[in-house]
T-cell receptor, first 110, second 113 residues
Framework: GQQLNQSPQSMFIQEGEDVSMNCTSS?????WLWYKQDPGEGPVLLIA?????ELTSNGRLTAQFGITRKDSFLNISASIPSDVGIYFC??????????FGTGTRLQVTL | DAGVIQSPRHEVTEMGQEVTLRCKPI?????LFWYRQTMMRGLELLIY????????DSGMPEDRFSAKMPNASFSTLKIQPSEPRDSAVYFC???????????FGPGTRLTVT
């Protein structure tokens, strides 16, 4: 099945640094979702974006819905050790079907 | 509030055996989704239900897979007979029709030997 392209694939950062990741698609989506998955657990919804150009924050997380509707961005400010995990974007198509990105693995060093 | 509940969390079975995975969606949600996650293919939608009715099962890999939702609070995904290539983590997610957000359970890690 189709997966959206996420970059970077993985990243090591130091505690306190800001993080940026993005997700691109060849198709247009009307909604973008961002999830975080911890080892051995299911994805947890972080942020939902509903309109092109929309910028939404959830604590230290900020996400944007690209104006072309083919991309989305997630930023994490002042990273902490519990930010470790895999971050997935998901584009929502017809009938609420999600197409997931390939994931960005975040690892934080103290 | 309880989230999506899945059981078992881990299942190890031998090739050819029947496997049944169970899911209880969040109370009040009327959409339910079954996903499979592997390293190679990521998260793939297998089937989804709306108001207990299967809407799209185009992601179900083959006839060995079947899913049911007898009522609003319970769904099963069955694999019969199981094969080693079915080894994966299977997730159930629920949501509300008309809204995009889906909430995932903790998953069932299936290993078929």
């Amino acid at each position: 099945g189709q997966q959206l392209n996420q970059s970077p694939q993985s990243m090591f950062i130091q505690e306190g640094e800001d993080v940026s990741m993005n997700c691109t698609s060849s198709s247009i989506f009307n909604t973008w979702l961002w999830y975080k998955q911890d080892p051995g657990e299911g994805p947890v919804l972080l942020i939902a974006l509903y309109k092109a150009g929309e910028l939404t924050s959830n604590g230290r997380l900020t996400a944007q819905f690209g104006i072309t509707r083919k991309d989305s961005f997630l930023n994490i400010s002042a990273s902490i050790p519990s930010d470790v995990g895999i971050y997935f974007c998901a584009g929502v198509g017809t009938a609420s079907k999600l197409t997931f990105g390939t994931g960005t693995r975040l690892q934080v060093t103290l | 509030d309880a989230g999506v509940i899945q059981s078992p969390r881990h299942e190890v079975t031998e090739m050819g055996q029947e496997v049944t995975l169970r899911c209880k969606p969040i109370s009040g949600h009327n959409s339910l989704f079954w996903y499979r996650q592997t390293m190679m293919r990521g998260l793939e939608l297998l089937i989804y239900f709306n108001n207990n009715v299967p809407i799209d099962d185009s992601g179900m890999p083959e006839d060995r897979f079947s899913a049911k939702m007898p009522n609003a609070s319970f769904s099963t995904l069955k694999i019969q007979p199981s094969e080693p290539r079915d080894s994966a983590v299977y997730f159930c997610a629920s949501g509300t029709s008309g809204r995009s957000e889906q909430y995932f359970g903790p998953g069932t890690r299936l290993t078929v030997t």
